[in-house]
T-cell receptor, first 115, second 115 residues
């Protein structure tokens, strides 16, 4: 069974540009959540989608947005990039929205560098 | 507000010895889940072990066990028989009991296994 796939793995952008990151969850999983990891702020929750609906959103500016498609694949977009957006962006998938289970698996991440 | 505290920024352990990584949490929700993840230098978050707040027994997964002390709000990870490949960053995380897969992460502990 394939794991969570994130693309691209690495990318370099310049300030002011925008970027789109993709996450393909484990087959059959309908929940996708996104996290930003930086040395200064650690791991911070961005947003969460279930069955194409955003269910939860973290404390990030409106430049950060996302969506989920009918096949459960998710994309996140960051517009007008700033130097501080340089981070590892991680995606996690689960088959359900919550519950008494530890089923929450991450991909390898997309490492974004903003110059 | 929910909070995860990992007080050990870094630890050393000799190969084949056991090591305990500390994690304390704070939540007012009676239903929650606690996770431990391993993050090697590649960046991927690898799921290790899960403990639900209503689970009667401490979780175990191979060489990993979770020492869950609910009254003290602690969820320490015990790695038995450390291996060189265990060298990585370890994160404790919590999910509350609502309809969400949002995780709150600790700041992590960097474990170095010495031969």
């Amino acid at each position: 069974k394939a794991g969570v796939t994130q693309t691209p793995r690495y990318l370099i952008k310049t300030r002011g540009q925008q970027v789109t990151l993709s996450c393909s969850p484990i087959s059959g999983h309908r929940s996708v959540s996104w996290y930003q990891q930086t040395p200064g702020q650690g791991l911070q929750f961005l947003f969460e989608y279930f069955s194409e609906t955003q269910r939860n959103k973290g404390n990030f500016p409106g430049r950060f947005s996302g969506r989920q498609f009918s096949n459960s694949r998710s994309e996140m977009n960051v517009s007008t990039l700033e130097l501080g957006d340089s981070a590892l962006y991680l995606c996690a998938s689960s088959s359900r929205l919550a519950g008494a289970t530890g089923e929450l698996f991450f991909g390898e991440g997309s490492r974004l560098t903003v110059l | 507000a929910q909070k995860i505290t990992q007080t050990q920024p870094g630890m050393f352990v000799q190969e084949k010895e056991a090591v305990t990584l500390d994690c304390t949490y704070d939540t007012s929700d009676p239903s929650y889940g606690l996770f431990w993840y391993k993050q090697p230098s590649s960046g991927e978050m690898i799921f290790l072990i899960y403990q639900g707040s209503y689970d009667q027994q401490n979780a175990t997964e191979g060489r990993y066990s979770l020492n869950f002390q609910k009254a003290r709000k602690s969820a320490n990870l015990v790695i038995s028989a450390s291996q060189l490949g265990d060298s990585a960053m370890y994160f404790c995380a919590m999910r509350d009991g609502g309809a969400t897969n949002k995780l709150i992460f600790g700041t992590g502990t960097l474990l170095a296994v010495q031969p």
